[in-house]
T-cell receptor
Framework: DVKVTQSSRYLVKRTGEKVFLECVQD?????MFWYRQDPGLGLRLIYF???????EKGDIPEGYSVSREKKERFSLILESASTNQTSMYLC?????????????FGPGTRLTVL | KQEVTQIPAALSVPEGENLVLNCSFT??????LQWFRQDPGKGLTSLLL?????REQTSGRLNASLDKSSGRSTLYIAASQPGDSATYLC????????????FGKGTLLTVNP
């Protein structure tokens, strides 16, 4: 079974802190994604990566950056956390383009910024 | 820009009932349509994926259909059980998007014993 793990289930940070959210997948997937999920807004794509060191902006990249130094690991970075970044963050991975494989999701990290 | 809508936002049914969840999308140029399940406070689990060339997919008590021309998909759940209680999300994958999914906001299903 595909396994996508996220470094923390719950995280509490203060405004202005630099925050790292880590995601690891064990199925040699090329694509990895970061979403945030908010009540009434649904899931929105922040960034995705289709290869090591490659990244593309999603729908809401402002205030975030990402890093993919190894194929299995994709990090989401909040350079200076703000209260409006309080949310559920979900990581996902999938095989390379051209297949019909689905995205596999991690359990999520609920981030609270005080 | 693709928009995905799910109706109803919430649904409550007695155990054993058959039910249908609806999903509509505005841009018919999709690569596939996917249905996911999300339990409270958890990640998403893939249920069914329908390629753009297909009309339906089945897995156990679940059947998903796709009508690209009308921009609609339905998820049919037969003989519902309390364990089916969850939020169900549909997502459209844009053609040539490098796997970008646009999600609906979900339908919260409650199956009462």
């Amino acid at each position: 079974d595909v396994k996508v793990t996220q470094s923390s289930r719950y995280l509490v940070k203060r405004t202005g802190e630099k925050v790292f959210l880590e995601c690891v997948q064990d199925m040699d997937h090329e694509n990895m994604f970061w979403y945030r999920q908010d009540p009434g807004l649904g899931l929105r794509l922040i960034y995705f990566s289709y290869d090591v060191k490659m990244k593309e902006k999603g729908d809401i990249p402002e205030g975030y950056s990402v890093s993919r130094e190894k194929k299995e690991r994709f990090s989401l970075i909040l350079e200076s956390a703000s209260t409006n970044q309080t949310s559920m963050y979900l990581c996902a991975s999938s095989l390379f383009q051209g297949t019909t494989d689905t995205q596999y999701f991690g359990p999520g990290t609920r981030l609270t910024v005080l | 820009k693709q928009e995905v809508t799910q109706i109803p936002a919430a649904l409550s049914v007695p155990e054993g009932e058959n039910l249908v969840l609806n999903c509509s999308f505005t841009d018919s140029a999709i690569y596939n349509l996917q249905w996911f399940r999300q339990d409270p406070g958890k990640g998403l689990t893939s249920l069914l994926l329908i390629q753009s060339s297909q009309r339906e997919q089945t897995s156990g008590r679940l059947n998903a259909s796709l009508d690209k021309s009308s921009g609609r998909s339905t998820l049919y759940i037969a003989a519902s059980q309390p364990g089916d209680s969850a939020t169900y999300l549909c997502a459209a994958e844009e053609g040539g998007s490098n796997y970008k999914l646009t999600f609906g906001k979900g339908t919260l299903l409650t199956v009462n014993p």
